[in-house]
């Protein structure tokens, strides 16, 4: 085996050896993610519970990803959030990203008082850790 590794080439024994390291530096950088993510929810937490379906000021967002808009009965959400649910609209990652990047142009007259966050890496990070509150 020693022999045989020896004489291989140099590229092909770095070759092998980055097809070995990738899924571990591939889930590193996701775990990082979430942590990221867990700790953006914190602008979200006083009004969103992530770990519970209790609602506080907002609906609680456990298992809100492919949850219709104002799917959680029982909370009283605006006018507007309950008609973009029944127009189709389902928090995905594309409509996630719209909704927390400007919740106001995403749901006009959405009664969630958020001036939305400006960076795509946060929001792709906080929409990461609500995956993974199912
Ligand atoms: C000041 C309180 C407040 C903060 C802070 C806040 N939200 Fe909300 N959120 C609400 C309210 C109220 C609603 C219901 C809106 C409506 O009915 O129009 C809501 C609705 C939502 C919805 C739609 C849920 C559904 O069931 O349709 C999502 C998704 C959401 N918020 C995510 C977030 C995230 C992520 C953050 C942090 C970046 C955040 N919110 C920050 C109050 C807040």
Redesign the pocket.
Known sequence: MREMRSKMPIELRMLLSSLVLLPFLHSAALAADIERGQRLFK??A???AIDSDTNK???H?KG?FG?P????AGFR??K??SEA?NAGLV?DDKA?AE??SSPKTK?PN?????WG?WFQSEIDD?IAYLKVNP
């Open positions: 602008v979200c006083p009004c969103h000021a907002g609906p967002l809100v949850r808009a104002g799917g959680v959400y605006s507007a959030m649910g928090w996630l909704f927390l749901v959405t009664s969630m008082r958020f966050m906080l």
